[in-house]
């Protein structure tokens, strides 16, 4: 008999960029909140759900009664919370790591099963791919193997979720290249990007090249 999994991603990333991986016949893909329910998980009978990026609580009903596994994009417990690659860019962190995490009740705090080095240089959509093949490799590792979940042990950081008013580029910046890490770690259809306001106008940044301390960026004017 073969073996059942769920992978619920809200995001495009993982999916897109591990679409043979996922598209396997063992794996169920739910985007949709609503279809993470408890009817359509009885069909599947999955023995681990993974959650690659979920922007949603997931309910006690599902992690109490299916083996439910998160993966976050810090080296847990710093930097629990929303936002994380972005969070660390703006703290000029260039390595963290994707943890992988069994989902309980409070956010980001579960046990820990796998750490991997995870690189932030590039663009946002480079380290997307980067952080997929990563997430692929811990969930081929944890469906062939016995797993020891770990508690998690340091400082717990907590990081708040950006918001869209959190792409505005402000006049506090200290010099271009904190510029060219805001373009960057926003440039992506996931997030508002960057922008500027000009009266009436907005100017967003996309596609940013960082070349002796200047940027040359791609932009769109709207109204």
Not at 16 to 24: A, L, T
Not at 54 to 59: A, D, G, H, K, P
């Amino acid at each position: 008999m073969i073996k059942k999994y769920v992978i619920a991603c809200s995001k495009k990333w993982f999916i897109n960029y591990q679409y043979q991986f996922v598209s396997q016949k063992k794996f169920t893909v739910i985007t949709d909140k609503k279809k993470l329910n408890l009817k359509n998980l009885k069909k599947i009978n999955p023995k681990y759900i993974f959650f690659p990026h979920w922007s949603f609580v997931v309910n006690k009903d599902i992690f109490s009664k299916y083996y439910c596994i998160g993966f976050h994009s810090s080296d847990l417990p710093y930097g629990r919370g929303g936002s994380p690659i972005q969070n660390q860019i703006l703290r000029k962190i260039q390595y963290t790591k994707i943890t992988s995490i069994k989902i309980n009740n409070s956010v980001d705090a579960g046990q820990w099963l796998y750490k991997s080095k995870l690189n932030l240089s590039g663009s946002i959509e480079e380290i997307f791919n980067r952080a997929a093949e990563i997430i692929k490799k811990q969930i081929v590792i944890i469906i062939k193997k016995k797993n020891k979940l770990k508690k998690q042990k340091g400082k717990v950081v907590k990081f708040k979720r950006l918001k869209p008013k959190d792409s505005e580029i402000k006049n506090n910046k200290k010099n271009i290249k904190e510029i060219y890490d805001q373009i960057r770690m926003l440039d992506s259809d996931e997030y508002p990007r960057a922008f500027i306001k000009s009266g009436k106008f907005k100017i967003e940044f996309s596609n940013p090249k960082y070349f002796r301390n200047k940027i040359i960026s791609q932009a769109i004017i709207k109204k």
